[in-house]
């Protein structure tokens, strides 16, 4: 008797979803894709059919991942600093007086309902 390979109709990562009841959004934040390479890496790892890339792209079009950050495969970018100005010698003698009569307010504040 001689053994034959059955061709199995592999499930889509969209029907694991619905079973899951999740969304591709979600898988997707969850795991930190964002880009269709490394979602049909991860669809290859779980045995399942991965999406067609405009499927991909309708679910990250409204989504609010970064662009370029995914946090799973270790790229992760911060966006800039903002720079304040340093602060000038008549800012903080104005911070220092507004705070040495807020002291002294409560001071009065204090004795006054004693």
Not at 68 to 93: F, M, Q, R
């Amino acid at each position: 008797m001689r053994l034959q390979p059955r061709s199995y109709s592999r499930v889509t990562l969209e029907n694991l979803l619905k079973k899951r009841k999740k969304t591709m959004e979600e898988f997707m934040n969850e795991l930190g894709i964002v880009s269709y390479e490394s979602l049909k890496n991860k669809c290859e790892n779980m045995g399942v059919q991965p999406p067609s890339e405009q499927e991909f792209m309708n679910a990250t079009g409204n989504s609010a991942l970064p662009k370029y950050s995914s946090p799973a495969e270790g790229i992760v970018v911060l966006l800039p600093i903002e720079k304040e100005e340093p602060a000038t010698k008549n800012d903080i003698e104005s911070e220092t007086s507004s705070l040495a009569s807020q002291k002294k307010k409560k001071k009065n504040d204090t004795s006054s309902a004693q």
